[in-house]
């Protein structure tokens, strides 16, 4: 099923927080997938992989680097250090779905374009582009202030259907902020049957 | 801005129907009906074309012949009298096959990025056989029970915005003829109008060689009507940048009229018209909801001081409105600046070009705000609550819609973040006795993220909360929803319960085939 961007990001908000994530963080979780797969990057099947395995526990500065598990609480808190990070660029370690840290590092580049350099791979974040040369990969991720784009530049890409293992892990997990029926308070919510004049 | 004046807004010349429609008058578009295939037993389609200066948008319509037991206006219903795309261009009959597939289906078919919008709409049960039959018969319906209803059908959900597949508004948002709020949901609503009136034409032709056509006075006064509920509700907590903006425009238009030393004679005029006819359509605006029929009452007594009141020469608008504060009700203050704004279009309609917003560049969290401000900001933001809350918003898994339930531990894990005001206190109590950074804090509480996100866009957009308790015992959710339908333009605000109402869109206005040789504003100018 092919599904609108503003949809994946419903969706995916939604999985974030069926999946344990705080609002805020599934908010974020949202957005970062709507822009990778607007771009034709795999945000669905990283975010299913984060959400099965990572612990979103606070990412730490160790010896230079910023390292955590979860890769969109990493974005969050490189995002809210923009200012910082901008002209200086970071060393960023990342255990799984690096991929997701890409829209946070985006969201910096608007401050100051970055070079990006991970082990067999380069990358380049503008303003409004993005260069890839190779995946990115789980490991360190060198972030630095720069022009030099290499890899080849990522068009939008139409929408197109979400990975079908994805779309139902996240459909589940989704479903997970539903409150069950059997909690259901009828609250008059809308017309009932007495609204067929 | 505070729940009970939100509960009270008028649309204005500022709402989004009216842009829709100065826009098209302005721009000369033609409109066309392409397709129009309805059977005797009222089922088939049709197309209704629109031509901009650069786009074409064509409504896909289908009509289904429904029994009365199956129509629901709920947002739960698997089956319409009508169903509704908004096409971007002119659909080919493969377009239309597809849609013929899918639309009828609502949620549960798909549509594309070609598509704008998805909607449906039912019959009024108690006008649509009356006025078949009337008009089968020779005859013209009763224009008494036309007005007590105020429309042949009612929609009960437009989807636009990316739903189910539809065009997502970033992809849509820079074409002029749509960068205002709404103007796709719009244009599809007055389109939708347009088919309601010539189906039912059609069926009463179908049914008799004697049928004549509806009067088109009658026609004129024929909105389309709306159910609405819940749903709704959690729209302005969710964008609040466009909150914001669209209340920010209104209250640069109310500074701009209140500055201005004198008011022309011409302007005058055009006020005691408007005030005229608002008082003709308050006098029939219909509400057994005992809140909506305290507010009538007052709406009536206000209008007839504001009729009375004796302007000075020097700041009269300004001097009318620092009288109203005092003097008139909320309901009637709001109406009274409804009416300011209907004369002055040349001063503020530019004003519309604020009302969109970019969520997105307000997204980003500053780490680097000192936690001392932001307690500013959270304290002079969010009055504290008495007591608890005592509602929680949820959303059911049976339903898949937003609900408002009794707070308490079985709710608690599904509470949806639409109480601003209960998470601005959590995070004032885990502040205390804080320093240093936001980046820092939110390390440790990830939980605040999206209450400090919020926090930092009201210090930069101040109208951008709501300034009242959404999960209070007292919370109206009409309030939130008269609000936002007063922007769309919507009038005839009939609520029928605390939590779903009944409005009415375009009644008065304008239909395709009139617009070039009539106003696009003067049908409104009663607001309510």
Not at chain 1, 98 to 122: D, E, K, Y
Not at chain 2, 189 to 216: G, K, Q, T, Y
Not at chain 2, 270 to 277: P, R, W
Not at chain 2, 491 to 504: E, G
Request: glycine letters at 10%; a neutral charge; proline letters at 7%.
């Amino acid at each position: 099923m092919i599904l609108s961007g503003g949809e994946i990001e419903a969706l995916c908000r939604k999985a974030a927080r069926g999946g344990g994530m705080p609002w805020g963080l599934a908010e974020e979780s949202g957005r970062a997938v709507r822009w990778l797969e607007a771009r034709g990057l795999a945000g669905a099947d990283a975010l299913v992989e984060v959400l099965g395995r990572a612990r979103p526990r606070p990412p730490r500065n160790e010896g230079s680097v910023w390292m955590a598990d979860c890769p969109i609480f990493l974005g969050a808190t490189l995002t809210d250090r923009a200012s910082e990070i901008a002209p200086r660029g970071a060393d960023i370690r990342v255990l799984m779905g690096a991929i997701l840290l890409l829209p946070a590092l985006a969201r910096i580049a608007r401050h100051q374009s970055l070079m990006l350099a991970w082990p067999g791979g380069r990358g380049f974040l503008g303003r409004r582009e993005v260069w890839l040369d190779g995946e990115v990969p789980e490991g360190l991720i060198r972030a630095r202030p720069g022009n030099l784009r290499s890899g080849v530049k990522l068009l939008r890409v139409p929408p197109r259907a979400l990975p079908q293992g994805a779309l139902e892990a996240l459909t589940a997990l989704a479903q997970r902020t539903y409150a069950p029926a059997h909690l259901g308070q009828d609250g008059g919510a809308g017309a009932g049957r007495t609204d067929n004049d | 801005m505070q729940l009970d004046r939100m509960g009270s807004f008028h649309p204005t010349r500022l709402s989004f129907l009216r842009v829709l429609l100065r826009r098209m008058k302005r721009d000369a578009w033609r409109f066309d009906r392409p397709v129009f295939q309805i059977a005797p037993d009222g089922t088939g389609r049709a197309v209704y074309g629109a031509h901009g200066p650069k786009r074409s948008y064509s409504l896909v319509c289908f009509a289904h012949d429904l029994p009365d037991e199956a129509r629901s206006d709920r947002v739960i219903a698997t089956r319409w009298d009508t169903t509704f795309a908004l096409f971007d261009g002119v659909p080919t009959e493969a377009d239309l096959a597809r849609l013929g597939k899918n639309v009828p289906l609502q949620e549960a078919g798909r549509v594309t990025p070609s598509e704008l919008t998805l909607s449906r709409a039912n019959r009024s049960v108690r006008l649509w056989d009356h006025v078949v039959e009337t008009l089968a018969g020779g005859r013209q319906p009763d224009p008494a029970r036309l007005a007590e209803v105020g429309y042949l059908m009612r929609t009960t959900a437009v989807y636009g915005s990316g739903k189910f597949g539809a065009a997502d508004r970033a992809d849509i948002a820079d074409r002029p003829e749509l960068a205002a709020p709404f103007q796709a949901e719009m244009l599809t609503v007055w389109l939708i109008r347009a088919f309601v009136a010539d189906l039912i034409d059609a069926m009463a032709a179908h049914r008799s060689p004697m049928a004549v056509s509806l009067d088109p006075g009658l026609r004129r006064g024929l909105g389309i009507g709306n159910s609405t509920g819940l749903g709704m509700a959690p729209f302005l907590i969710n964008h609040p940048v466009l909150l914001n903006n669209w209340i920010a425009a209104r209250e640069a238009a109310l500074a701009r009229i209140r500055g201005l030393e004198r008011a022309a004679a011409e302007t005058r005029a055009a006020f005691a018209d408007a005030v005229d006819m608002a008082r003709d359509n308050a006098a029939a605006w219909r509400s057994t909801h005992s809140v909506q029929v305290r507010k009538l009452t007052d709406l009536r007594a206000d209008l007839d001081r504001v009729a009375a009141f004796a302007f000075p020469e020097t700041r009269p608008w300004d001097a009318v409105w620092r009288w109203g504060e005092g003097a008139l009700s909320l309901e009637g203050q709001e109406a009274l600046l409804s009416l300011l704004l209907e004369p002055h279009g040349d001063l503020l309609d530019d004003l519309v070009e604020t009302m969109s917003a970019d969520e997105d560049a307000a997204f980003p969290i500053n780490g680097g705000m000192d936690l001392a401000r932001l307690e500013d900001i959270l304290e002079t933001t969010y009055a504290p609550p008495d007591g608890p809350a005592a509602r929680i918003w949820y959303v059911s898994a049976d339903k898949l819609e937003p609900r408002l339930g009794e707070a308490g531990p079985d709710l608690a894990p599904y509470a949806q973040p639409l109480a601003p005001l209960r998470d601005a206190m959590a995070l004032r109590r885990d502040l205390a006795g804080r320093k240093g950074r936001v980046a820092d804090f939110l390390l440790d509480h990830p939980e605040h993220r999206h209450t400090v996100r919020r926090a930092q866009i009201v210090a930069r957009f101040p109208y951008a909360e709501i300034r009242g308790d959404t999960a209070s015992r007292d919370l109206l959710p009409i309030d939130l929803l008269r609000a936002k339908l007063s922007f769309f333009g919507a009038t005839r605000f009939d609520p029928r319960s605390d939590r779903w109402v009944r409005i009415s869109l375009f009644q008065g206005a304008p239909y395709p085939g009139d617009l070039a040789t009539c106003s696009a504003d003067e049908w409104a100018g009663g607001v309510p």
